[in-house]
Every structure is written in C-alpha cells, then in structure tokens.
C-alpha cells in the first residue's frame, strides 16, 4: 500500500440521494421512514443528507416532482397536442407506460401517495389535473365520434389510468420493455379479442 494514497467514496450527490430514499420510501413506507434510516441507507451521516436536502418532505417532492414532469411532459408534447382526440389520445397512453418504465420507483412511489402530508396532497391534484385533461380528451373522442357515445369521460379516463398504472405492479426494471408502450395502447383501443 502507497502512503499516502486516499480511499475513493462513491459519491452521493443528490442523484444518489434521491434514489436511495425513494427505494427506502417505497419498502418501509414513506410515514415509517426517519432520516436516520435515509443516512444509514446512504451510508452518510444525517448532516451529509441534509446538505443537499432540507429533510425527508424536500426528498419526496424532488421524487414526485420527477414522476409529475414526465407525465406532464406528455400532455405537452407535439403529438398530444395536435391530430384528432383517439390519435393524441393514444399517444398519451403509450407516453405514460414509457414513462412509467423509464421511471418506475418514482411513478411507483407517486402512486402510494394518500395526502397524509402537503407535498402528498400537492401530488394528488396534480394526478386529478392530468387525468381531468385526458378526461377532457376522452370527451372530445367521444364528440368525434372516435369513441363509442355513452363512454363517460371520467370513468374512461380512470379506466385507462388503472390500466397503465397497473404495470408498476409486474414490470421490472431491465425487463423487456421496448414494445410495452405500444402494446399496452394497442390492448386499451383495440381491444384483445379478434375482430369480428
């Protein structure tokens, strides 16, 4: 051994940080998780934490807000803006299922918040803002004639929601994921029966 020589610690910018406490927040559950679990976790102490975030809230916004702006980054995207409502509808779907793969432990995280604290409650509109704009979207198919008359646009669009959403519960991160979003939009508007 060099005298002299420094040991390399892995490094733990808010990155890292961020990823560790979301892991943490998803096994033990968001209320049951202490700082100190955070620290032990990092392999850092409680101050090191605090460097980067004000504490375990600042740590769930910086997560949700991750989930949230790729969501919301659908709504704004070209394609969900323009053409007619079932093809930006279609579009969204697929949106969602890729960005729930891409980011799985923060939409997963996102998707067991109950509004026990502000940032949950904060999330929680900001979830009924995005699916009031689908169901928004799902009105105007409907108007168009692209969607069978009766579907009711609230329910249709917690229907789709609940489908996308249900992959947090099988999908694993390096899986085969490359035709999922496709697959799972093709499953919501075409249905998986044979056409008659």
Do not use: C
């Not at 808010?14 to 620290?39: C, H, K, N, W």
């Not at 659908?74 to 053409?83: K, V």
């Not at 432990?105 to 929680?124: D, I, K």
Request: charged share 25%; proline share 5%; aromatic share 6%.
């Amino acid at each position: 051994m060099t005298t002299g020589a420094r040991v390399r610690r892995p490094s733990h910018g808010p990155g890292s940080l961020l990823e560790v406490a979301v892991g943490e927040f998803i096994t033990r559950g968001y209320d049951a998780t202490s700082m100190e679990d955070l620290s032990r976790a990092a392999g850092i102490t409680k101050s090191s934490f605090y460097h980067h975030f004000a504490g375990k809230e600042a740590l769930l916004r910086a997560a949700l807000e991750r989930a949230l702006d790729g969501l919301f980054s659908i709504l704004d995207s070209e394609a969900a803006r323009t053409g007619s409502p079932l093809h930006r509808l279609r579009h969204i779907v697929a949106g969602q299922v890729e960005v729930l793969v891409a980011e799985l432990p923060y939409v997963t995280l996102l998707l067991r918040v109950r509004g026990n604290t502000e940032t949950e409650r904060w999330a929680l509109e900001r979830r009924r803002e995005f699916d009031a704009r689908v169901a928004a979207l799902v009105r105007d198919a409907v108007e168009a004639g692209e969607i069978r008359t009766g579907v009711e646009p609230a329910l249709a669009a917690r229907l789709l929601s609940g489908l996308v959403n249900s992959v947090v519960e099988w999908a694993r991160p390096g899986g085969s994921t490359t035709n999922l979003p496709a697959a799972v939009a093709n499953a919501a508007f075409e249905g998986i029966l044979p056409a008659p």
